[in-house]
């Protein structure tokens, strides 16, 4: 895959099983989350990033990273695909994860097809993401029925190629 994939997690254990799935799986390159500036710069090089989390006990001392990276400056960092790896998450944490902004929270069985299958769903087709003050990411019934105030929709498009785009940018009346 002509992407890059950022490992968040620890340099061994479940950080460097992520880092050797995305090799195996791929990606051209791979490195361990080291902050936006690298990012940043990678993004010229590789412009699609993958934002691969490793799992943890508390899923909540990922919402720094994740804020991080869903509120960067810049549309290449804050719109690429946020993916949490755990084995048997509780539904609290897959609803923290959901509303960190995560495209996806990915359980057993880790084989490279169904991870694949997985990611190729965030790239190469229309994505629709919503966006309020404390909020972006992939749009989700449950999130949109929250809400409540004006929000803008963004309408986005993942390449290898090209990175994000952003096809269409909309304000909308919260309902």
């Known amino acids: 895959m002509k992407a ?7 340099s061994d254990g479940a950080g460097q099983a992520l880092r050797d799935m995305a090799r195996a799986l791929g990606f051209a390159v791979v490195l361990p989350f080291a902050g936006l500036a690298a990012a940043e710069t990678q993004a010229h090089q590789t412009p699609l990033l993958f934002f691969l989390f490793a799992a943890v006990d508390e899923v909540s001392a990922l919402k720094p990273v994740a804020d991080s990276i869903r509120f960067s400056p810049g549309r290449r960092i804050r719109l690429s695909p ?17 509303d960190m902004g995560f495209d996806d929270v990915i359980t057993l069985p880790f084989t490279p097809q169904r991870i694949t299958g997985r990611l190729k769903r965030m790239v190469e087709r229309p994505i629709v993401f919503h966006e309020t003050g404390a909020y972006l990411g992939p749009e989700r019934r449950s999130t949109a029925s929250d809400l409540r105030s004006q929000y803008r929709r963004l309408e986005i498009m993942r390449t290898a190629n090209a990175g994000v785009s952003v096809l269409r940018d909309e304000m909308r009346p919260g309902g």
């Open 82 to 98: 946020l993916v949490y790896f755990a084995e048997s998450p509780s539904h609290d944490q897959i609803r923290l994860c959901i």
């Open 4 to 10: 890059c994939a950022y490992v968040v997690g620890p």
